[in-house]
């Protein structure tokens, strides 16, 4: 009862701040798609085919990278899925052999799709700059992403504590405090090079790889094909699919708020560096809290 309660006291204290957030969104007319729709998409040279054969090319290496590892009797224990308060790390779990196995997981699954990507790039005219990968405009890139950081914070926070509340209300049992798998080996982690791979994984090399694949791979191909509407809430939905599983239950619609809100911003802004910005600035934030608990 305890944990319901916080939950809507926590509720309660953030209403008025994304309440606010809400609000200019609506008066600087954001929730417009038709302002989205009515925009001149930049040539990019990704193909709507290209996202199915490069989902079919990330988990493909990625099973292939695991055999191999397995080969070589390299395992990794995953810590305990996080969704139940006081959830800890399961035995037998070994941090470092963690942190290695998702960095080479993520870097294994990432760049035979850059490959695809740069392939598609190299044959546009202008390349990665039609990414908004410029750098006569990142100091207003890094702006348009520290501020939408700062917008959707609240929002998402508010969309969780509800999802919980909701959840006491079902009869579902109390949320974990830490609501990713990577925070669960983080706080119960003694290695300090873990925690720097960790560290890094959460920090640079997701919010990277992440940004470009949903968000310059998934986005531009759907784009090719779809309103831009659809477009939107695809690409936020294959965003949320891929964190099952890691991610807390609970959290998971606030993963679509966010996926929503960084495909919005790589569309108005036409550059992938506020999503990067924004999204290593919410996973830093999570962390950050992590290790303030520990």
């Not at 957030?21 to 302002?35: K, N």
């Not at 290496?61 to 390299?74: N, P, R, Y």
């Not at 690409?235 to 998971?252: C, E, K």
């Not at 606030?254 to 919410?282: C, D, M, N």
Request: proline fraction near 6%.
């Amino acid at each position: 009862m305890d944990a319901m309660w916080e939950a809507i006291f926590t509720a309660l204290i953030l209403l008025p701040f994304a309440s606010a957030a809400l609000l200019l969104a609506g008066w600087r007319g954001w929730f417009r798609f038709s302002a989205l729709t009515a925009m001149t998409s930049w040539p990019t040279g990704v193909r709507p085919v290209d996202l199915p054969l490069a989902i079919l090319i990330f988990y493909a290496s990625q099973i292939i990278l695991v055999s191999i590892l397995a080969a070589v009797g390299f395992s990794i224990v995953a810590p305990a899925a996080p969704g139940v308060v006081g959830q800890q790390a399961t035995a037998g779990f070994d941090s470092l052999t963690y942190a290695g196995g998702i960095m080479l997981a993520q870097l294994g699954g990432f760049l035979p799709v850059a490959v695809l990507l740069g392939w598609r790039v190299t044959r546009c005219e202008e390349g990665v700059r039609n990414f908004g990968l410029r750098g006569d405009r990142l100091g207003r890139d890094v702006a348009w992403g520290l501020a939408a950081l700062l917008w959707v914070f609240p929002v998402l926070l508010l969309v969780t504590a509800l999802v919980s509340i909701l959840g006491f209300a079902l009869g579902f049992p109390p949320p974990s405090e830490v609501g990713h798998e990577m925070l669960i080996a983080l706080r119960g982690s003694d290695s300090p090079l873990a925690i720097a791979m960790m560290l890094a994984s959460a920090i640079v090399i997701a919010p990277v790889t992440e940004e470009i694949l949903f968000r310059g791979l998934a986005q531009s191909a759907l784009r090719g094909a779809l309103p831009m509407r659809i477009v939107l809430l695809l690409s936020a939905g294959i965003f949320t699919v891929v964190h099952v599983g890691a991610a807390a239950p609970h959290t998971l619609p606030a993963l679509f708020v966010l996926g929503l809100t960084l495909g919005w911003v790589y569309e108005r802004s036409g550059s992938l560096v506020p999503g990067i910005v924004a999204h290593a600035g919410f996973n830093a934030v999570n962390v950050a809290l992590t290790l303030w608990m520990v």
